[in-house]
C-alpha cells in the first residue's frame, strides 16, 4: 500500500526518507503541518521497528497528533515526527546521533527535533552539534516532567469529573511503563496519597521504581486486570483493543503515552460502557509545553505552571461535549480540527 493511503496520512505536507548507511541511520521525518509558522516540531523516537511498514504508521499518526497538540496548547509551530529505526545489534552511538542532526539540519528549520521514546536530553545535545533545530532542556526542568505533571493534573481532572473524587487519597491506579514519564507520574501520585501498581517489560526498572514509589509490581500482561480506578498507560502506544477493554477494571483512562487506543473508534465504545477516556494529545499536551522555547522558566514551579493549559483544554472539551452531546475524545478532537483550520486559514 502505497503511504498516501495509509490511514494516518492525513495530508501531510511532507515526508522524508534519511539514511546515513555509515552511521547506521535509517529514519522518516513526517511533517504535518507548518502553516502559518513555517516550522514544526515534534520528537525523534528510536526504536527496533520489525516491519518498516509499523514505522510509517507510527511516524504518520504520532506527527499528525502532534499538530493537535501544538494547536490545542497555542504554540506557534505545527507537528511533525521523526522516527529512527534502530538495528537491534547496533547501539544508539554518537555517529548515529550525529546523523540525526544533520538529517534534521537537512529540512532547514522547518523541523524542530526533541527527545521522545529512545532518546534524552543528553542525545540532544549531541544532535546539537549538527543543527541549531533541537529543542534542548530548559533549566527550569525536562520535558517529561511537563509531560508527567500534565498526566498529574488530568487524571486529577478526570477523577473529579467520573468518579466525583476531590483528592486522591487511596485511589488505585495502575501505571504501564515505568520510564521516565511513568516513574515522575508515579511520584506526584504516591505524594497524592494513590496506590499504585506497576509494569514494567525491563524487569530491573520495575522493580527500582516499585520500591521508590513502594508500588505494587506486576507483570507486564497483568497490568490490564489490575483492580484500580484508573489505568495509566505511559509505555508505547496500541495498547487498547477490544480484548484490553473486556479486561481494564479502572473507569478512567488517563496516562502519558501517545495514542494508546489501537483504534480511534474505541473511544466511542469506551464512553459506551462509561469509562473517561482522557484524550492523549490533551494528557500529555505538558510534552510540548515543557519543550517550547516560550517555556524555560527559571525554576520548577515557573516551568510547570503553563502547563496547567491541559486542565483548560479539559473544561472547554468537556462543556464541548455536553453541548454537542458527545464523547470526550471526539469533543477534543472538534476543537484541535478547529484550531488547525483557522491555522491553516491564516
Ligand atoms: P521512556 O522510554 O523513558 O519510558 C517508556 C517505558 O515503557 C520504558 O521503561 C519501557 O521499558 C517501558 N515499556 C515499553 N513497552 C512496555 C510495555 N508493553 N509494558 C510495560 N512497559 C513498557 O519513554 P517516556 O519518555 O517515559 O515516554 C512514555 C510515553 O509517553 C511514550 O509513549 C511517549 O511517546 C509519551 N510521551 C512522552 C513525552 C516526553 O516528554 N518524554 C511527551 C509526550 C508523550
Redesign the pocket.
Known amino acids: 500500500m502505497s503511504v498516501y493511503e495509509r490511514p494516518w496520512f492525513a495530508d501531510h505536507e511532507e515526508i522524508v526518507f534519511a539514511t546515513d548507511p555509515a552511521a547506521g541511520l535509517r529514519a522518516i521525518i513526517a511533517v504535518h503541518d507548518t502553516s502559518p509558522f513555517g516550522m514544526a516540531g515534534g520528537?525523534c523516537?528510536v526504536w527496533p521497528y520489525e516491519r518498516e511498514q509499523d514505522a510509517i504508521d507510527d511516524v504518520l499518526r504520532?506527527s499528525h497528533a502532534m499538530s493537535y497538540k501544538l494547536a490545542l496548547a497555542n504554540l506557534p509551530a505545527g507537528g511533525a515526527k521523526m522516527i529512527v529505526i534502530r538495528e537491534p545489534e547496533r547501539p544508539k552511538d554518537e555517529a548515529l546521533l550525529l546523523a540525526i542532526g544533520r538529517a534534521v539540519h537537512r529540512l532547514s528549520g522547518r523541523f524542530i527535533v526533541?527527545?521522545?521514546?529512545?532518546t534524552?536530553d543528553a542525545d540532544m545535545e549531541i544532535i546539537g552539534r549538527e543543527t541549531p533545530y533541537v529543542s534542548r532542556k530548559k533549566a527550569g526542568g525536562?520535558?517529561?516532567r511537563?509531560?508527567?505533571y500534565g498526566v498529574f493534573l488530568a487524571l486529577r481532572w478526570g477523577a473529579r469529573q467520573h468518579l466525583g473524587r476531590d483528592g486522591l487519597e487511596g485511589l488505585g491506579v495502575a501505571i504501564?511503563?515505568?520510564?521516565?514519564?511513568?516513574?515522575i507520574l508515579g511520584e506526584y501520585l504516591r505524594e497524592a496519597g494513590a496506590r499504585l501498581i506497576i509494569?514494567?517489560?525491563?524487569a530491573a526498572?520495575?522493580e527500582r521504581v516499585g520500591a521508590e514509589l513502594g508500588a505494587e509490581v506486576v507483570s507486564?500482561d497483568a497490568?490490564l486486570d489490575a483492580d484500580v480506578d484508573v489505568f495509566a498507560?505511559?509505555?508505547?502506544?496500541n495498547?487498547i483493543d477490544d480484548a484490553a477493554i473486556e479486561r481494564l477494571h479502572a473507569r478512567v483512562i488517563c496516562?502519558?503515552?501517545?495514542?494508546p487506543l489501537v483504534d480511534e473508534a474505541l473511544a466511542a465504545e469506551l464512553a459506551r460502557r462509561e469509562i473517561l477516556f482522557v484524550p492523549?494529545f490533551v494528557s500529555?499536551l505538558?510534552?510540548?509545553i515543557?519543550?517550547s522555547p516560550a517555556s524555560a522558566g527559571t525554576d520548577l514551579d515557573a516551568f510547570l505552571r503553563p502547563v496547567e493549559r491541559v486542565v483548560e483544554v479539559l473544561d472547554e472539551a468537556n462543556t464541548l461535549a455536553k453541548e454537542a452531546g458527545v464523547d470526550l475524545h471526539a469533543a477534543a478532537t472538534r476543537l484541535a480540527n478547529t484550531k488547525l483550520d483557522a491555522r491553516k486559514a491564516r
Do not use: E, H
Open positions: 520528537g523516537r504520532l526533541g527527545s521522545d521514546v529512545g534524552n525536562d520535558s517529561a511537563a509531560t508527567a504501564q511503563g515505568v520510564g521516565r514519564v511513568g516513574s509494569s514494567d517489560v525491563d526498572t520495575a507486564v497490568i498507560p505511559c509505555a508505547l502506544g495498547v496516562g502519558g503515552a501517545n495514542n492523549d500529555n505538558g510534552g510540548v515543557g519543550a
